[in-house]
């Protein structure tokens, strides 16, 4: 390792030496810890629900100066650090390559009670372990490494953020996979193909790995880094330059999306303060489950009572109280009709308003749970992003179970600085590949004031069906179409399905599937994605349906199908579901995109509710169109343009056919997808034969001696 810039390497190793012997005092450790901080003139963050903390893991030490600090801090906390384990390695005055740990995340461990026995102990054997196998490794302390990291792996409080840790006690031995180190270790310009695919595999499961899977990416990314085919050759300058690359990505995300929301109305963020039960006592549910509950069970689903004067009265009956109940009313209200997803909530203790538990982004809409056995039926989902108890100056709530903070701005602004680090250990950072306009008409054979009249109609009336012959490139150009419009190919913003005679309600919305104990209420694709494009109301999602008019839509879209429409979109028109016993709506911000093929003979009339929610525009053969010209001609192939002729001159014929028309043209995409190796003789050959061949005996089945010829002509064209 060369250079000042990983002079701390050897700081952190021989540091992680020194701790060894603090695994039985641990009290000791802890106020080392105090006391590094108070001589750099800082006070020690919480670090135990109680205030006093008298346990203290290895992992948890080092995050203590490696956490969201300004440089000066840190370097003086190094320096306390220094002289109190008198390490032989100089204090370090630079960090190029260390990850952070999030503030409101700085333990290796959950707060009491919720810690399990055992925990702290865990991290003590694995930090021990983990030593012992970069110090020495052989089977036997691989074997130990792997089943400490599997012991401390599901422990509440242990995500990516272990293999951090690991990479503080060993950089050049464990590598670190916090989310920007798993985002850069999935480029194609920063690693091999094959090494991604790997990564690709573990990274997907969302899921801390195994520790033998987590060692086996080591190795390979080893392996990478020795081929001395990237400019980082060790783990610490691999994590730098996933550090500042992916900076450097997000400073332009950010950017772009400033310019894309500059002059658009945003939908208001409103701020919530909230108390998960008097004391707090639903908090660790709330962190477990991702939700946020309110009580007053028995006045069943919220959304079914008509005001908050209704609410207020049946509080009064059901909940008999001395108060006018008024507070409790509004609380109920807001919860079920005012929060939106996308809303901030900050979480309370109970009996200390001024001590903050997380906070949390609101992520779905309402919904009422009527299986639960305790009061607390009424519920949203919630990410917490950031968790751990800090204190405030002043209380964020007057005690009350929900309150809009919206309006202190001056609390709101306190809180934000406060929870400021967002980049958190578990949250990988996306760089999606942009695509604009001219790439979409690059890949896909239409002119340019088609598709500008496209995305205008679109925007217009939030429902198209794109149709046309078989092989036009309806399905292809969906995708593309949301891609050019969000501006990149983020596939977490589409969702296609695709519509048959036996897809149901169920299906698309919600119902009822059997189990082995019995039957599940479960989710359609079209709820899921809804719920999806609500709680990110900033940004357009597209549903697209290939095939819309092979389904019975009557019987698919059920009672909301009123509901797809531009003008009934949003809580305003929410409807209740056939199950669920919830209040439903379809998101401003989504878009439907629906597919059908005009030459299917088997289809009967369109749905007249059908043609009234949807605008149709028919996408043409794109043999004439420049891009695919400048296809052609990249094939050098007269044999193939000598196809497209005779394609074209067939097109005439079908289109003035009167059993017929333009719809049942044959598209461009019949003969797309060659490159000049491949566009052979026996290619082509294959293409009539067994494509176009079939579809032509197809329309004139009647009619045999008039498709031969047209077979016979395609043939000839090659000859």
């Not at 694995?126 to 422990?155: I, K, Y």
């Not at 400033?258 to 109305?265: F, T, W």
């Not at 950031?386 to 005690?399: E, T, Y």
Request: net charge negative.
């Amino acid at each position: 390792m060369t250079g000042n810039a990983y002079a701390w390497v050897d700081f952190y190793s021989q540091l992680a030496d020194e701790l060894r012997a603090y695994r039985t005092r641990r009290t000791e450790l802890y106020a080392i810890a105090k006391n590094a901080y108070a001589g750099a003139g800082m006070g020690l963050p919480k670090l135990e629900t109680d205030g006093e903390t008298v346990e203290m893991d290895p992992f948890t030490f080092f995050a203590l100066f490696n956490r969201g600090l300004t440089t000066a801090n840190r370097i003086a906390i190094a320096q306390k650090l220094h002289d109190a384990f008198a390490l032989k390695a100089p204090v370090p005055h630079a960090f190029a390559g260390v990850p952070l740990a999030n503030n409101q995340k700085t333990t290796f461990y959950w707060f009491k009670p919720g810690r399990g026995e055992h925990d702290i102990d865990n991290l003590w054997h694995l930090f021990e372990a983990a030593l012992d196998f970069a110090d020495s490794p052989n089977d036997e302390t691989r074997t130990r490494f792997a089943d400490a990291f599997d012991q401390v792996r599901p422990q509440i409080g242990i995500k990516w953020n272990i293999t951090m840790g690991l990479f503080w006690i060993r950089p050049e031995h464990y590598l670190t996979l916090d989310g920007r180190s798993r985002w850069f270790l999935c480029q194609p310009e920063c690693m091999p193909k094959d090494f991604i695919n790997q990564a690709k595999l573990l990274f997907d499961r969302n899921e801390t790995p195994h520790g033998t899977d987590y060692m086996h990416l080591i190795d390979l990314c080893r392996a990478v880094l020795n081929t001395g085919s990237y400019e980082y050759t060790t783990f610490p300058e691999l994590s730098d330059k996933a550090m500042s690359q992916s900076e450097a990505v997000n400073q332009q995300n950010k950017q772009r999306k400033s310019q894309e929301l500059s002059g658009n109305d945003t939908v208001r963020r409103r701020y919530w303060a909230y108390r998960p039960g008097p004391r707090g006592e639903l908090w660790d549910e709330c962190v477990k489950d991702g939700m946020m509950r309110l009580g007053w069970g028995d006045l069943g689903n919220f959304r079914s009572i008509a005001s908050r004067k209704d609410i207020q009265a049946q509080l009064q009956h059901d909940y008999p109280s001395d108060t006018t109940q008024t507070n409790n009313s509004k609380a109920i209200w807001e919860f079920s009709h005012i929060m939106k997803p996308g809303d901030v909530v900050f979480a309370y203790q109970g009996l200390k308003p001024s001590e903050i538990l997380g906070r949390g982004v609101v992520k779905e809409g309402y919904r009422y749970d009527p299986d639960r056995e305790d009061d607390h039926r009424n519920a949203r989902m919630v990410d917490w992003k950031n968790l751990g108890i800090i204190s405030i100056d002043s209380q964020v709530s007057p005690r009350k179970t929900l309150t809009d903070i919206s309006d202190k701005i001056e609390l709101i602004r306190q809180l934000d600085e406060l929870y400021a680090d967002e980049d958190t250990d578990d949250t990988p950072i996306v760089a999606q590949e942009s695509y604009s306009r001219t790439q979409f008409l690059d890949d896909v054979y239409m002119n340019g004031q088609q598709y500008d009249d496209i995305c205008a109609v679109l925007q217009r009336k939030r429902n198209i069906i794109l149709t046309g012959a078989p092989g036009v490139g309806k399905t292809y150009a969906a995708k593309r179409l949301a891609w050019s419009i969000i501006g990149e190919k983020d596939e977490d913003r589409i969702a296609m399905v695709q519509f048959h005679q036996s897809y149901s309600y169920e299906d698309f919305i919600m119902g009822y599937r059997p189990t082995k104990t019995g039957y599940e209420l479960h989710e359609g694709l079209f709820y899921s994605f809804c719920k999806k494009a609500e709680s990110d109301p900033d940004n357009a999602y597209y549903f697209i349906i290939d095939e819309i008019n092979r389904g019975n839509l009557s019987r698919i879209f059920g009672e909301l199908f009123m509901l797809v429409e531009a003008d009934k979109r949003g809580d305003r028109y929410a409807m209740p579901l056939m199950y669920g016993n919830e209040m439903f709506s379809v998101p401003p911000n989504l878009y439907l995109i629906g597919l059908m093929n005009t030459a299917d003979r088997s289809l009967a009339m369109i749905d007249y509710a059908l043609r009234r929610r949807f605008a149709f525009i028919e996408l043409q053969p794109g043999f004439d169109i420049p891009g695919f010209q400048k296809y052609a001609a990249s094939l050098g192939n007269d044999q193939f343009t000598a196809l497209v002729t005779c394609v074209k001159s067939l097109n005439d014929t079908i289109s003035k056919d009167p059993s017929l028309g333009p719809g049942f043209r044959i598209g461009h995409s019949f003969l797309c997808g060659l490159t000049a190796e491949t566009a052979t003789l026996d290619t082509l050959e294959g293409i009539i034969r067994y494509e176009l061949a079939p579809l032509i005996r197809e329309y004139w089945f009647d009619e045999t001696e008039k498709a031969g010829k047209w077979i016979e002509q395609l043939e000839e064209s090659l000859r």
